[in-house]
Nanobody
Framework: QVQLVESGGGLVQAGGSLRLSCAAS???????MGWFRQAPGKEREFVAT????????YYADSVKGRFTISRDAAKNTVYLQMNSLKPGDTATYYC???????????????????WGQGTQVTVSS
């Protein structure tokens, strides 16, 4: 069993930065870890994902060049550094873990096996 706890959300002005953290308990070293977000009335949307060894990262086009995903295996923690934030980035951000990742499944929310409770990010204009 894996538990994920997100932190680091908050209110920031457009152009600002935030760093989200996802602390995992349990064995995750072979899992893909992803960040998704969900705005009110919208479906959960892929943001970024990182493979188990941190060697591969993938991003949604909407955040490419602004967000960076990383993981610290020793701390069993995944981070999402968000720069140049826009009002359109406002959402609840969720961390997920996928136990049997494939290239095709990395951006699919329904292929993730564990989720955190989410952390709110609000970007004001």
């Amino acid at each position: 069993q894996v538990q994920l706890v997100e932190s680091g959300g908050g209110l920031v002005q457009a152009g600002g930065s935030l760093r989200l953290s996802c602390a995992a308990s349990g064995r995750t070293f072979s899992y893909a870890m992803g960040w998704f977000r969900q705005a009110p009335g919208k479906e959960r949307e892929f943001v970024a994902t990182i493979t188990w060894n941190g060697g591969n990262t993938y991003y949604a086009d909407s955040v490419k060049g602004r967000f960076t995903i990383s993981r610290d295996a020793a701390k069993n923690t995944v981070y999402l550094q968000m720069n140049s934030l826009k009002p359109g980035d406002t959402a609840t951000y969720y961390c997920g873990a996928q136990t049997r990742p494939t290239f095709q499944s990395l951006s699919a929310a329904d292929r993730y096996d564990y989720w955190g409770q989410g952390t709110q990010v609000t970007v004001s204009s």
